[in-house]
């Protein structure tokens, strides 16, 4: 065998390293949290690496998951060696092609990341409901359970499949296995080789569709013979066990590690036994092991090949002593009798009894328990009290551990202080923020003690759903033994915090042993710091004798060139205080991985890096511990005491980190969440905010309709009520005509503001004496804090402006519109959110939202800041859902088919009853237009006199009435995502929605990628840039949306870029609104995944319109019916060229770094596509028209 | 008609130079120049800071909010080698060598001795035939001496000049305190031609958003006389070549920079305004020009209307700047 060698890599990596040597064509679509085996395979494939027949892989990526399935089969089918990576949904958009792959007997292997399918909500962690949705398909299921198997287990599944003739599906679990850090031996090309038989891929090829040796396959069979086609494939599944166990022993030849398909692992004398799948099987193992050294007798089951479920081996796998036998599935079958594979071991067991496998004494006791749905922490402590619940008189059935069940008592509790950890485990934890560079020092950290120790490694990353300011908990084990401690740490030997103000948002010195250590990244001295800490936190240093440590990082991290990066300076203080290598030793490795991971970007890169480290050394201190702990600092509480209560005891305990104690009964049983709560976690994201100069501003609205997370807003209000003003609100004349006599303020939510900084870029507004002093001028948050705050209190108490005296169309006036649509989680300075705000501001009263998944559905309904949706003053505001990434538009079309057809009833009952109601006031609300603001406001007032009306009205018409009359005023519906969805996923959706003519507007958010799941190409993605899928930049043109909902003739499309003329953009959202048709608008999103600067992010947008990259149009069908050309072009022709747009953005000028001659072409086939689309518009827009009065009866 | 000049040690067969701008980005338009007559070529520049400042950008953009969600650990694939050096430029003097027959001169735009000496190294190993170094030092420091940055050229051109075995040609800037002094400095130092002069940046205000902008503007033909005069002066008294930039427009322009002592003379703006076929008119219009006054050579006229060799020295003198004062009259 070829020399293996030891690298440190996580699951997905480990997966895709095999998978890509042994494939040929390989489908994809990107979807947490497989993606990154896909993205490996693309890059790969990118490089030229081959295969182990020395020919590189396809690699494509599809519209999704249903297509890369479908793509697969049709590889399968002619020959090819052929699979897929998807977890979740994708999954269960294979479905249909899986029963077909399986039913024509293809070989094939689809490995999964397992993920929660989403239910009342949706979750991207880990359980196995997605694999389990699929066990009927007819694939072999073959789970791992750590990184090292899910390698191994990837290369048994590819032998198996092709002797087999078997398709498997290998599964593993997501981000605890997928991506876990891990030390293992890489399998060498000679070891695939010896694996593999040459002769079954010839007699696959031999079996597939070909001209040249033609037959038919997936025919239409009738009642006559399907059953027993069915019944014909069975040799083959009966086969698969036996071939799957000897290719395991093949395997355990070649590499020496031997599995089994039902693996058991224990006492010999074993009582109580665990079957469990997954990496939970690694916490049972350890928690085994420990029991048995302590005097127990318990074992475990790991189930390896769950389907063909071979139950001669299961029973034969149980020790002869077991009397009971604890089933743990981490799925949820609602209703049934039982979770499968708990199921599946009753009838093993039966069966095994009747026909005597086995060498049971007696017929066990077998229970069944739910785990870990959505990555819910399963750890030894639960473990030991299953074990404790087989060994009671009473055992509980169908129990579940890891939450508290108050409501149906299902749960079994735990002693959470019982641990397995073992003193010879070093144990790290490190809090720090998403950008500051925590997790990637750690993963290098790992890397250089698994390289150059002979210790086993685990990394594991706890990351934030909140993209401002996300916090990422970094989980590092080192030990001489195999870890098998696949659960968060508890017990740390080492903690760093990395941002010190996570001390009063987080409770971490609970999880530091005694005499632990503590490092802190603070700006004070080692003589100022103890003053500055929390109570509590000093506390629980002295209380646990804890060494502590401080630094300052940003310092350090500025003066060395770093910014805001702290991450070499940590890591850096982390082997210098835990000593896990030699100091020289760790800083030299250190010094070589900088060099090895930086290189490639230049000298510069590296060298500051280096320095950094020699900074940090010097300013490393230990910090004497006084006696006594006498802060006075006080944690504050999550959220406000003024917050209502489900907030306060619900939500601010997610908010606090404690959400895992919060039982059963607390949480809606339909995922039903209230709206307007983000408002209560006060984040303090922002180093810097506006503050507004009242004397320089012009009052135009800019920054306010461009911020991207509503924190920074309008109003205009009668004088009288700055009587009450604090003594720093700041007011001013109005300047508007209609607002004569009125004052003017601009306010910031200090503690809201993620200090993007879009809004004082946008400000056009300068000194007269000093220029760089504008109307908006950062400063430091701080100092304002306080004061601020009391001013946004006073602020909201003013009254919102009469929306129905606006000017609607001028900026200026309708920026004093409230947002309902306030302090997102989006990244600081989206590009998406300022559109989705402008709507709530618009329509906010009458909105209803279907929200395709993806960045906006993340931001918008994420927990636990659900929810940036808000009501106004009147109760009254957006109501929003996201069902899945697929079926959004439909979804939509769903809210819309729904409030017409409960319109048609009202109106219908209205009509029945109007000599009780009175004709005056039910033809009156029948026949009002609500075209605008005044006109719905006058409507909901004659509907309220109808309900009011109604409620004496007893008959079952009038309550029926009541229960629909609000529908009688106008509701807004809005489909909105992502390009992903709209030009991919969902675009026969999209397509069936603008051609079925129903009032419906449609939003895409165009980021050009697929932002959400990190940076994947779309067809939206423009021709020239880089993203995943596309590492040598995509080389075909963005597909026209547009163009083709235009094509319909009655659909009112808008292509519309805020940061390039903000009042097109609101003109075009009017518009689509009032259109009684279906409306599309395609809103330039810019995005971190643009690789630009977010503070000055509009003027992308702008440079985008000048230089035609980006067109501004509106196509107005009900223009045609006036003679008009229904198309207008609204942005001039080019007048910048296009390169300058294209070097002002990483994804593309990035290409003339790695491509530089793909670059040259690709830019000069951009300058092309520009001149010959604006060519193609400026003719559509300038053709003549007649008048054609029947276009509305098309719908 | 003998239009050959000699500069840098290079026979060229006329004095008809495009200067370092965007223009040799494209290897046709490299290839036209030849077609219209240019006898070398000096290529667009390379900037060290763009350099540097652009891998800065790069890491910050490949790093920015990675590892920090859990669904988008990185927003871009991440390529196992960037081209963040000079490779592209020394790519394009292979091209542009392979492409054309005259010479190619290589242009390297800085201001710190940084990474100078191994571009230098490498543009010479790529096969340029000289380098123009365009030392573009901006002192906004006031505490900053003038011998300072005086002493910053020499210690850049010495060191470049060290390092390599092709000449070296020294763009510099008209504002020392005494460029006949520089000059001799630069001579000493190595250089084998001085470039008169720089143009420097000189940003514009856009009334509108009360805001700085970069604004490179092309060269007008009033700016050919302050290379035109110091050229003269220099002519003759310090022994490296003279090449004259900036305003050169016409054949009229060339020939008046050749009898002042340039040995070549810079094209750009006008040929981003005429088109890069005019140096053919200009060449015609010279040849016109030197008929009709009975020239045979460039050679002849080199010089001719230096300080050294021309009736009246004190033309270039203070005494002159008087005269032309005291007898201006505005025309109405």
């Known amino acids: 065998m070829g020399v293996r060698s030891f690298e440190t890599m996580d699951g997905n990596e480990a997966v895709a390293s095999v998978a890509y040597r042994l494939n040929e064509v390989i489908a994809i679509y990107p979807i947490t949290p497989a993606s990154p085996m896909g993205e490996w395979s693309d890059s790969w494939s990118h490089e030229g690496k081959p295969n182990i027949w020395g020919t590189v892989p396809l690699v494509v990526e599809m519209q999704s998951e249903a297509g890369a399935a479908g793509t697969v089969h049709g590889a399968l089918q002619t020959g090819s060696l052929a699979t897929t990576f998807t977890a979740s949904q994708g999954l269960l958009l294979m479905i249909p092609n899986m029963y077909k792959i399986a039913g024509e007997l293809n070989p094939t292997v689809f490995h999964v990341a397992t993920r929660s399918v989403a239910t009342h909500a949706l979750s991207i962690f880990c359980d196995h409901s997605d694999v389990m949705a699929t066990r009927a398909a007819g694939f072999a299921q073959l789970c791992s359970a750590s990184v090292q198997e899910a390698m191994d287990f990837a290369l048994i599944a590819q032998a198996a499949t092709l002797e087999t003739r078997v398709p498997f599906l290998h599964f593993f679990d997501g981000f605890r296995t997928s991506h876990e850090i891990s030390k293992l031996e890489v399998l060498s090309d000679d070891d695939l080789r010896s694996m593999i038989d040459d002769n079954l891929i010839i007699e696959h090829r031999e079996r597939a569709l070909s001209p040249d040796h033609p037959v038919i396959r997936g025919t239409a069979e009738n009642p006559d013979v399907f059953f027993q086609s069915r019944e014909r494939a069975n040799p083959f599944y009966i086969n698969c066990r036996d071939v799957t166990q000897s290719v395991m022993e093949k395997f355990s030849e070649i590499a020496g590690r031997s599995y089994r398909l039902f693996e058991y692992h224990g006492a010999p004398d074993a009582e109580s036994v665990i079957m469990i799948m997954g990496s939970g099987s690694e916490v049972v193992h350890e928690a085994v092991d420990y029991l048995n050294e302590h005097g127990g007798k318990v074992g475990l089951v790991k189930v390896r090949l769950y389907r063909p479920f071979d139950k001669k081996r299961f029973i034969e796998s149980l020790p002869s002593s077991t009397h009971g036998v604890a089933v743990l599935d981490r799925t949820k079958e609602p209703g049934g009798p039982g979770d499968p594979l708990y199921l599946d071991s009753v009838a093993a067991i039966h069966e095994g009894v009747v026909n005597g496998w086995g060498n049971l004494k007696e017929t066990p006791k077998i229970v069944g328990g739910r785990y870990g749905l959505s990555s819910k922490e399963f750890t030894p402590a639960m473990v030991k009290s299953i074990f404790d619940n087989l060994s009671n008189e009473k055992t509980k059935n169908h129990f579940t551990i890891g939450i508290k069940d108050d409501l149906t008592k299902t749960s079994i509790d735990h002693d959470p202080e019982f641990s397995t950890e073992s003193d010879h485990v070093y144990r790290a934890l490190f809090y720090g923020l998403g950008s500051d560079g925590t997790v990637g020092a750690n993963k290098n950290s790992i890397k250089i003690i698994g390289k150059n120790t002979s210790y086993q490694i685990q990394g594991y990353f706890v990351y934030d759903s909140r993209k401002a300011g996300a916090v990422t908990i970094s989980h590092l084990r080192v030990g001489p033994n195999p870890i098998h401690s696949s659960y968060l740490i508890d017990k740390a030997n080492f903690l760093g915090c990395h941002q010190s103000v996570f001390l009063e948002r987080y409770d971490m010195l609970k999880h530091l042993v005694s005499e632990g250590t503590f490092l802190l990244n603070t700006p004070h001295d080692a003589n100022n710091i103890w003053d500055q800490l929390p109570l509590s936190v000093q506390e629980q240093i002295i209380g646990k004798k804890l060494k502590f440590y401080i630094i300052d990082a940003y310092k350090i991290a500025r003066k060395s060139g770093l910014g805001r990066r702290i991450n070499t300076v940590m890591q850096v203080c982390f082997f210098a205080i835990s000593q896990i290598l030699p100091k020289d030793k760790a800083i030299q490795e250190i010094r070589k991985t900088i060099s090895e991971t930086y290189g490639k970007q230049g000298d510069e890169i590296v060298n500051m890096n280096l320095l950094a480290i020699d900074n940090t050394l010097d300013n490393l201190f230990e910090v004497k511990v006084p006696d006594t702990a006498d802060g006075a600092i006080e944690v504050p509480p999550a959220v406000s005491e003024q917050a209502p209560r489900f907030v306060r005891e619900v939500l601010g305990k997610m908010i606090a980190g404690n959400g895992d104690e919060l039982p059963v009964s607390a949480v809606p049983p339909d995922g039903t969440f209230p709206t307007g709560t983000a408002k209560w976690e006060k984040r303090n994201l922002a180093l810097d905010i506006p503050v507004w100069e009242p004397e320089i501003c012009i009052q135009c609205g800019k920054c306010t309709v461009a911020c991207p997370h509503a924190v920074i807003r309008i109003k205009t209000y009668e004088p009288n009520y700055l009587d009450s003003a604090p003594e720093t609100f700041k007011s001013i004349e109005a300047r508007d005509e209609v607002w004569k006599g009125l004052k003017y303020t601009i306010q910031v939510s200090p503690e809201d503001c993620t200090g993007c900084g879009i809004c004082v870029d946008v400000c056009p507004a300068r000194s007269k004496t000093e220029t760089r002093i504008k109307a908006l001028n950062m400063l430091p948050q701080p100092p304002m804090r306080y004061e601020e705050s009391k001013n946004w209190d006073f602020f909201l108490s003013i009254p919102e402006t009469d929306r129905t005296n606006l000017h609607i169309t001028s900026i200026r006036q309708q920026q004093v519109q409230q947002p309902l649509f306030e302090f997102s989680s989006a990244c600081a300075g989206c590009g998406e959110t300022p559109y989705i705000k402008l709507i709530s501001q618009l329509f906010g009263d009458r909105l209803i939202v279907a929200n395709g998944t993806g960045c906006s559905s993340i931001y918008g309904g994420n927990l636990p800041t659900t929810t940036p949706w808000a009501k106004n003053n009147e109760g009254r505001g957006p109501a929003w859902s996201n069902s899945l990434f697929e079926d959004n538009a439909e979804f939509g079309l769903g809210f819309r088919l729904s409030i017409d057809k409960q319109r048609e009833f009202a109106s219908q009952l209205i009509k029945k009853l109007s000599s009780s109601i009175g004709e005056n006031l039910v033809d009156e609300i029948l026949t009002a237009k609500q075209k605008n603001e005044v006109e719905i406001y006058e409507q909901r007032k004659r509907v309220s006199a109808l309900k009011n009306k109604l409620k004496g009205i007893r008959s079952s018409d009038g309550r029926l009435l009541l229960s629909v009359a609000d529908m009688l005023v106008k509701k807004s519906v809005w489909v909105m995502g992502g390009d992903g969805w709209a030009y991919d996923i969902g675009f026969g959706g999209v397509d069936h929605i603008i051609a079925s003519g129903k009032d419906i507007n449609i939003l895409v958010l165009d980021t050009e990628v697929y932002s959400s799941t990190g940076g994947q190409m779309s067809k939206a993605t423009p021709r020239g840039a880089i993203a995943k899928f596309a590492s040598a930049g995509k080389n075909t043109p963005k597909k026209d949306l547009g163009l083709i909902a235009m094509t319909y003739g009655n659909v009112y499309v808008a292509s519309v870029a805020m940061g390039a003329r903000d009042k097109h953009t609101l003109r075009a959202f009017l518009e689509a609104e009032s259109y009684d048709g279906p409306s599309l608008i395609i809103a330039y999103s810019h995005c971190i995944a643009h690789g630009i600067n977010m503070t000055t992010a509009m003027r992308n947008q702008k440079a985008a319109v000048d230089s035609g990259q980006w067109l501004l149009y509106r196509f107005n069908p009900e223009r045609t019916a006036e003679g008009e050309n229904p198309l207008h072009l609204d942005s001039h022709s080019p007048k910048i060229p296009v390169e300058k747009y294209l070097y002002m953005e990483n994804r593309f000028k990035m290409l003339l770094k790695t491509r530089p001659t793909d670059a040259r072409r690709l830019f000069s086939q951009i300058r092309e596509d520009v001149k010959s689309r604006w060519s193609l518009y400026d003719y559509l827009a300038s053709r003549e028209f007649k008048a054609e009065k029947n276009i509305q009866s098309d719908r | ?332």
């Open chain 2, 1 to 332: 008609m003998d239009l050959s000049t000699t500069y840098l040690g290079m026979n060229l067969r006329s004095p008809f130079v495009p200067s370092a701008c965007p223009l040799s980005e494209e290897i046709d338009n490299i290839r036209l120049m030849e077609d219209s007559g240019a006898s070398a070529v000096v290529l667009y520049s390379l900037f060290e800071e763009q350099l540097i400042l652009e891998r800065y950008e790069l890491h910050h953009h490949l790093t920015y909010h990675s590892d920090s969600f859990a669904e988008a650990l990185s927003f871009f694939p991440e390529p196992s080698e960037f081209h963040v050096g000079p490779e592209g430029y020394l790519d394009h003097i292979r091209k542009a060598k392979s492409a054309v027959d005259i010479p190619i001169i290589a242009s390297l735009n800085g201001h710190t001795i940084g990474g100078w000496i191994d571009y230098a190294q490498k543009i010479e190993q790529a096969g340029a035939d000289a380098i123009e170094l365009n030392i573009y030092h901006l002192p906004t420091d006031l505490d900053q001496r003038s011998e300072d940055v005086e002493q910053i050229y020499v210690d850049i051109l010495k060191a470049v000049k060290s390092e390599v075995k092709i000449p070296i040609a020294l763009k510099l800037s008209p504002f020392f305190s005494n460029v006949s002094y520089m000059a001799k400095r630069f001579e000493q130092a190595g250089a084998d031609a001085l470039v008169l002069f720089n143009r420097f940046y000189q940003p514009d205000i856009d009334l509108e958003a009360l805001e700085i902008h970069p604004n490179i503007i092309l060269s007008t033909p009033h700016a050919l006389r302050l290379p035109l005069t110091w050229i003269a002066i220099l002519y003759g008294r310090v022994k490296t070549d003279l090449a004259a930039t900036s305003g050169i427009h016409t054949a009229p322009d060339v020939l008046k920079m050749l009898m002042v002592g340039a040995k070549i003379t810079m094209l750009c703006s006008v040929l981003f305004q005429h088109g890069i076929e005019q140096i053919r008119m200009i060449e015609k219009e010279m040849l016109i020009w030197m008929e009709e006054h009975e020239y045979e050579s460039v050679k002849q006229m080199h010089g001719s209307m230096s300080q050294i060799n021309c009736e009246d020295p004190s033309a270039f003198e203070r005494s002159q700047y008087m005269r032309g004062l005291l007898t201006y009259m505005p025309t109405v």
